[in-house]
């Protein structure tokens, strides 16, 4: 089962889900991959026009290996025939957003500010 506190998400095939995670090591091995950072893998994947089902692929393939090693090219490619090109899409989606979780915009327990003194000017 998937920890959504460590950045898991589940990708379910008709018979075995499978666990993502875009760790640290996930993220440079898919950066290595592409020769890209990985904002710029993610602009690609958002373009139609760039956007290839290798590169589904291949970003699979590095996000499963933390809990299954096994995973090669191939064999991620057969995940995502039998999980189905939205389900991986979307996966992936929440495997990014899991990696990069938005920072509170306000703290729990702000200080309040200091009151004016008077100075000791004379």
Known sequence: MANPLRGEVELQTSDKTYIMRMSINAIVSIED??????????????DPASMRIGHLRSIIMHTLREHHPEVDETMA?????????????????KAMVAAFPQAKAVADNPRKAKRAGTGNAS
């Not at 990985?38 to 994947?45: F, G, T």
């Open 33 to 46: 991959h592409f020769d890209k950072g990985v904002n710029q893998v993610s602009d690609m994947l958002a």
């Open 77 to 93: 490619g057969e995940i995502i025939g039998q999980a189905g090109f939205e389900a991986t899409a979307e996966a992936i989606q």
